[in-house]
């Protein structure tokens, strides 16, 4: 972990703030990271209960973001930070801007698997779907991981594997597309399908996301729209 001189102001309170800030940042996280688990198992097993659930749960994402995001507001009336507490501020606020966005993205994946409950057409494929999900779920849980420890080594392993997870999407696209080419009945529900792994494959980008904002906060470096490597956690 990199010494930003988190919690070492002369005011406890403040220090109280920002780990508090950083605290519930990761308890976010990790409601979105079951969201994402929810909503696959859902379109899986296409359990409308639990789909349900998922849709219901998004409002708990939406409230936590929206409480996050106002206290981030105060801190920076308040205390007016500067040098890392401001990267901590400005990483925060757009880490949970992403976070929220991947909670829409699972709602996405869960309401999809409501459309799907009574379909069969396209079970044999949702191998291939679990497998692009694990793969976004684990750089999610990876990025969380970076942000929790402050690793950017971490944050650039799960930043490349975005790459990784394109090329599974685009090969998952490229069967789902022979698939309504050879059964035409098939067509609305595949598409819902594809619907579902363009989700997934958003929430990479989303994890990708965060990653950068590891680095930023860590190292001082806008690395968004870069070539991102290991010279880039560089001091």
Not at 34 to 46: G, I, K, V, Y
Not at 190 to 211: Q, Y
């Amino acid at each position: 972990m990199e010494d930003l001189n988190i919690g070492q102001h002369i005011s406890r309170r403040y220090n109280e703030e920002l780990e508090d800030v950083r605290n519930r940042v990761l308890a976010m996280g990790g409601l979105v990271e079951q969201q994402l688990s929810d909503a696959m198992t859902a379109l899986e097993t296409r359990d409308a209960s639990l789909s349900e659930q998922v849709v219901a749960n998004d409002l708990k994402v939406n409230a936590m973001e929206v409480a996050l995001d106002e206290e981030c507001n105060l801190i920076l009336a308040r205390r007016q930070p500067a040098a890392s507490d401001l990267r901590l501020i400005v990483a925060v606020i757009k880490t949970i801007t992403d976070l929220e966005r991947i909670g829409d993205e699972a709602e996405r994946i869960a309401k999809m698997a409501s459309d799907l409950v009574s379909e069969d057409r396209v079970s044999k494929l949702f191998t291939q779907i679990h497998h692009l999900g694990l793969h976004s779920g684990a750089m999610l849980r990876g990025a969380l991981d970076a942000f929790a420890h402050l690793d950017t080594d971490k944050a650039v392993e799960v930043w490349s594997e975005d790459r990784v997870l394109d090329r599974e999407y685009e090969a998952l696209l490229r069967e789902l597309m022979t698939y309504m080419m050879e059964d035409s009945d098939s067509i609305p529900c595949v598409l819902k399908t594809i619907f579902a792994a363009r989700a997934i494959e958003r929430i990479g980008d989303r994890a990708s996301n965060i990653c950068e904002y590891v680095i930023y906060l860590v190292k001082g470096k806008d690395v968004r729209h870069t070539k991102l490597d290991k010279s880039v956690t560089k001091s």
